[in-house]
């Protein structure tokens, strides 16, 4: 653990549209698209500060992670621990035709993720355990900076689960992650131990 009195920030950045529209992506591997790019150039202001960027292996979020760190002279660790959730026979496809396919699986999952996930895929348990032994490493490797962490919609929920000791079935409906969303942590160290806060969620607002 690091000395009391030090201060970590992260922001977590969702990925924005890929290729190919909305569909159960999670490990398929699809760049951006034209307007994806075009949403996380938003996301960044000229103001934006960090010494360090990870970024999830993906090529929907390593990409622009790395063009983000080249630009801006900035150190860039791909951290295959922040990959997204494998939604299993799912990948590649619609809600439509997940529902045509598998009935009421979706519903099943959403209402219940830790006792009804997608047929071969990762147990929200076992990524909800993976999101929280990568976010505790990274948080004291990296601790007293100021860290942007580009990601997944559920990636970004489990972090926050481990933060604000929500369980991870809470924490997969609880949060609206839109393409190119923010979240800001703050990380204290202190006398009584780590003390994590959600700054904001949803919207860009000035740096420490």
């Known amino acids: 653990m690091s000395a009391p009195g030090t201060t970590t920030w992260f922001d977590l950045l969702r990925h924005g549209e890929p290729d190919g529209g909305p569909k159960y992506r999670g490990h398929r591997d699809d760049p951006l698209s034209p307007l994806g790019w075009r949403q996380m150039q938003a996301a960044i202001g000229a103001d934006d500060r960090w010494d360090h960027i990870l970024t999830s292996p993906l090529r929907r979020c390593r990409e622009f992670a790395e063009r983000l760190a080249a630009e801006r002279g900035l150190p860039c660790t791909v951290v295959d621990g922040f990959k997204e959730i494998s939604f299993g026979a799912w990948e590649g496809l619609t809600t439509e035709q997940v529902a045509e396919r598998f009935g009421d699986g979706q519903a099943r999952f959403w209402s219940d ?21 990568t976010w505790a490493h ?14 997944h919609g559920g ?21 609206l992650v839109p393409y190119a969303n923010r979240s800001r942590v703050r990380l204290d160290v202190t006398d009584q131990g780590l003390l994590g806060c959600l700054v904001s969620h949803g919207t860009v607002e000035a740096g420490p």
């Open 155 to 175: 990636v970004i929920r489990m972090t926050l689960a481990h933060v604000m000791g929500l369980p991870p079935g809470r924490a997969l409906g609880a949060f």
């Open 138 to 151: 990274w948080r004291e490797a990296l601790a007293g900076q100021r860290v942007l962490l580009v990601c």
């Open 113 to 133: 993720p830790e006792r009804h996930g997608p047929e071969g895929g990762e147990p929200i348990l076992d990524f909800h355990r993976r999101i929280g032994q």
